[in-house]
């Protein structure tokens, strides 16, 4: 291409290599300008959901979830003999777990419960007790709260790793597996506590830490999504630079 008297030809493998780094450079930045919208539209779900009257238990189909948080209430009691840990929770960058106990509803179905985040022990055979007190389990009690299906996220391998003992490591959520475990059908979803229930259970219930969404939020993805949008065209201003020569008279 020839412009007055300076010519653009740059290599073919110059080309090439360029065009491969482009289509990656815009590949990243579309990617994570996604992640920000699906992130968004999850929190938009759950401030949603937050507003709505709370449906009962035995009003509610777990095929209404799909991906977004309920609210419902639930009246049952406590098995406090089941306990998880989720793992590889963060609150204010510390890693370690979110208590997971088992309601057995008034009409018979288990329900997770997360009862919040609790610090880790001093080694990874140290686990935290998140035992409940047994007056408070004998109770019958209500309680409310966003029932949502927490993603599996880049895990792999089984949920429960040879576990025999209680509290169990929950890497994370294979609701077929913890049935089998406790003996008895789960409903696949777990219950996010309001503040009125958290209050509500007083000592049982820990640290608070539930986010709609997971990991980066919205605006951090947006930031990526810019730079990695910048470098492209920074690399294609290089890439037409050094490919104009001037042309002899």
Do not use: C
Not at 39 to 59: F, G, P, R, Y
Not at 97 to 119: C, K, M, T
Not at 121 to 146: F, N
Not at 172 to 178: A, G, P, T
């Amino acid at each position: 291409m020839q412009i007055g008297n300076r010519q653009f030809k740059p290599d073919p493998i110059v080309s090439l290599v360029y065009l491969v780094v482009l289509a990656a450079l815009l590949g990243l930045g579309t990617w994570q300008w996604n992640r920000a919208g699906q992130k968004q539209q999850m929190i938009d779900s759950a401030a949603s959901a937050t507003e709505q009257t709370a449906v009962s238990l035995h009003e509610f189909s777990t095929e209404e979830l799909n991906g977004s948080p309920v609210q419902i209430t639930v009246a049952g009691r406590w098995k406090p003999q089941w306990q998880f840990l989720w793992d590889n929770r963060v609150y204010k960058g510390q890693a370690g777990f979110e208590a997971i106990s088992v309601l057995i509803s008034d009409n018979g179905q288990a329900l997770l419960v997360n009862r919040g985040w609790v610090p880790p022990g001093q080694s990874r055979s140290d686990l935290p007790l998140v035992t409940m007190d047994a007056a408070v389990a004998d109770q019958e009690i209500t309680l409310q709260g966003l029932l949502t299906t927490p993603s599996k996220g880049l895990v792999g391998g089984s949920a429960i790793h040879d576990q025999t003992t209680w509290p169990m490591l929950l890497q994370y959520f294979d609701y077929e597996l913890i049935a089998k475990v406790i003996g008895q059908p789960v409903i696949p979803a777990v219950l996010q506590l309001s503040a009125e229930s958290q209050h509500s259970l007083g000592e049982q219930m820990y640290i608070s830490n539930w986010q709609p969404v997971a990991g980066l939020p919205p605006i951090r993805h947006i930031g990526y999504s810019v730079q990695w949008f910048a470098m492209a065209l920074m690399l294609t201003l290089l890439f037409i630079f050094y490919n104009i020569k001037k042309t002899k008279d």
